[in-house]
């Protein structure tokens, strides 16, 4: 075990928000967050951290099968509590016993490696739409890789919990899981022969400073004066957001008129078949405001408890009451809907579930999982039904809303990575850029950052961090993007390899359709992860994991000699033909150049400049260059030069 991790310092909780739901939760039972559960993987051979939340000053034990010791806390005057466990080498499965005033078993805990996979929609695809994967699912039985998915969401302040749960990897549950994660976690599993853990923690479309902690852009002047500009546009934002609210709740009958109040006659109402997107005649096109009314019957055993209730994504906005009371209301149409509803607000048997819901355009409705919607207590669920609806207002008679401020920053790391900073875990693997595009060169600040703070706060600032460089992808001519810009991200990618213990998987070679932003081909990509976390993370010298990276220059007479990095047994030629070359001298005019193999260097030059001053190599949106080493790894998009770039000035 690579001495980083027994040097893991036990957890810290992040910042935690006076409005989170946990926050509100006034049971006595104990109770953990998602990331522990059935099925789990904790980091094997250190000391993890289990934790939770109980009543003020309640005692807590936590006991392991690996070991039978018992470990005993406090909870604190906020009710949380944690313990930490020392675990021996791999195995299991074995149970997990916390005991309060309530007890829970976790069971067929194992113990092995535990990653974390995060980015955009590289990452999040999943492997039913990826390369082969019929084939794939089909032969997915691994029951010691456990898989948990993060779902969606989004905070202007740190959370304590997820939403998502561990699920022995199957064909049952492969097909919906990050394709990346799951092959990288494949590969590992096969050459370790160790239980792995993989936490995928992604959104589609996302730009990496959603994913950085605030703390940690204020410290760079850079970022931080964009912070202090954001937050008062947002000041005026909340004043007009608050304006238009008022102005459209008068045009809206369900407002004035109280829709939400569980004594109104609703035998005008209509039914509504199921609760999913809209297709019905009268909602399949409306924009505009609904209400729908449901309800859950209470068990009397839940009386007093705390309990949460599970709505899904509502498409736009919601306002969500039970038994009249406001409990919940989220402006995002991903976002699923989470809302803690306090026992003094249920009662025994029926209950009424009222949800305002804002179509601004497009498709709307609901988006549910299999279970939902459903109130929650500890494992055991009532589910909520009997849904009616009645149209409030159409968009066209409503004004549109204020714009938000924008770029929001943190939001995601608040929501989907913060809460899970208490958990102990091997490394990290990234795949995102694409929608850094148009700020390439700050990407150069930002990546590194995001780095650096991510280890911060898992309290190791060597943890290894493995990422995948944007593909190949024509389509990036139609974005609107500077000149360049692509092969900058590239560019700024290849950089952060100053970074300690970090590497990159070059995807160059992957792409058959220029065409297609997601590559079907995850297993490669997967793969070529793992083979960077055998050779750093755990010290195995056998292993080959990077193809040629530009080391230096030499000009020589009308030409330019190249050297390298990363050779490994040699310099391969794939078609016979060395390509994606370019040359240029004292004009900065890049042409298209001859490249030759001499030894391990490579002689680039063109007729047409005769005093060369620089080399750029694959520097486009979409290259398919033949310049590999022999152990198949193709090489980095790289230039010689530092003449300012196309996205020098652009500024998030």
Not at 492 to 519: E, F, S
Not at 603 to 613: A, L
Not at 618 to 624: G, I, L, Q
Request: charged share 20%.
């Amino acid at each position: 075990m690579n001495q980083r991790v027994l040097r893991r310092v036990t957890g810290v909780f992040a910042p935690i928000a006076a409005c989170t739901l946990l926050a509100r939760f006034v049971s006595a039972d104990v109770r953990l967050p998602a990331v522990l559960g059935d099925h789990m993987v904790l980091q094997q051979n250190c000391d993890v951290v289990v934790w939770g939340w109980a009543d003020a000053m309640e005692s807590v034990t936590v006991t392991a099968s690996w070991d039978g010791k018992l470990a005993a806390t406090t909870a604190n005057a906020e009710g949380r509590w944690k313990v930490a466990l020392k675990t021996p080498n791999a195995g299991g499965p074995y149970t997990l016993t916390i005991a309060g005033k309530n007890t829970i078993t976790l069971n067929d805990v194992l113990l092995g490696d535990v990653w974390l996979a995060s980015g955009q929609s590289n990452m999040e695809w999943p492997v039913a739409s990826s390369l082969n994967s019929k084939e794939e699912i089909a032969s997915a039985e691994h029951p010691q890789i456990r898989l948990f998915t993060v779902e969606r969401s989004s905070s202007n302040t740190p959370l304590d919990n997820v939403t998502g749960k561990w699920e022995v990897c199957s064909a049952q549950t492969v097909g919906r899981f990050s394709a990346v994660a799951y092959y990288f976690g494949r590969s590992l599993h096969t050459e370790l022969k160790t239980p792995i853990g993989l936490i995928a923690s992604s959104w589609g479309g996302t730009e990496i400073e959603k994913w950085i902690p605030e703390a940690a852009m204020l410290a760079d002047p850079e970022f931080a004066a964009s912070l202090e500009s954001r937050r008062a546009a947002l000041k005026d934002y909340d004043v007009a957001m608050a304006a238009w609210r008022t102005k459209n709740d008068a045009a809206d009958p369900g407002a004035a008129g109280h829709w939400e109040d569980p004594s109104l006659d609703d035998k005008d109402w209509t039914a509504l078949p199921a609760y999913k997107t809209w297709d019905l005649p009268e909602l399949g096109g409306f924009d505009g405001v609904a209400w729908f009314r449901g309800s859950v019957d209470i068990p009397t055993s839940w009386a007093g408890q705390t309990v949460t209730l599970e709505l899904g994504a509502i498409d736009d906005q919601d306002r969500t009451y039970v038994n009249g009371k406001l409990v919940g209301a989220t402006s995002d149409w991903s976002t699923p809907r989470v809302y803690a509803v306090s026992g003094s607000d249920l009662q025994s048997g029926r209950n009424s579930i009222v949800i305002r819901v804002h179509d601004t355009g497009g498709l709307g409705g609901f988006t549910a999982g299999a279970d939902q919607p459903c109130a929650k207590r500890g494992g055991e669920k009532a589910p909520v039904g009997q849904w009616k609806y009645r149209l409030g207002v159409l968009q066209s008679a409503l004004t549109p809303p204020p714009e938000s401020p924008a770029p929001q920053n943190s939001v995601l790391y608040n929501a989907m990575i913060a809460p899970l900073t208490p958990m102990v875990i091997r490394g990290f693997i990234w795949y995102q850029g694409e929608s850094n595009i148009a700020r390439a060169a700050q990407y150069q600040r930002a990546f590194p950052m995001m780095i650096a703070a991510w280890r911060k706060v898992w309290g190791d600032d060597e943890l290894p961090f493995f990422f995948v460089q944007i593909a190949p992808f024509s389509g990036y001519s139609t974005w609107n993007l500077p000149v360049g810009s692509v092969a900058e991200l590239r560019e700024a990618q290849r950089l952060t390899l100053k970074v300690p213990h970090t590497g990159m998987v070059v995807t160059t070679d992957l792409v058959p359709d220029l065409g297609d932003i997601h590559p079907l081909n995850k297993q490669t990509v997967g793969l070529r992860l793992s083979r960077l976390a055998l050779a750093d993370a755990y010290g195995r010298k056998d292993i080959s994991c990077n193809g040629p990276g530009y080391r230096a220059m030499k000009i020589e007479g009308g030409a330019i000699r190249l050297s390298f990095d990363h050779i490994g047994s040699g310099i391969d030629v794939r078609g016979g033909t060395l390509s994606g070359f370019a040359i240029a001298g004292e004009d900065r005019q890049f042409v298209a150049a001859d490249a030759k193999r001499d030894g391990e260097t490579i002689m680039v030059s063109s007729p047409q400049v005769k005093r060369p001053v620089a080399v750029r190599f694959a520097w486009e949106d979409a290259p398919v260059p033949s310049f590999f080493n022999r152990d198949g790894y193709p090489a980095s998009p790289f230039r010689t030069d530092n003449w300012p770039l196309s996205t020098e000035k652009a500024r998030w």
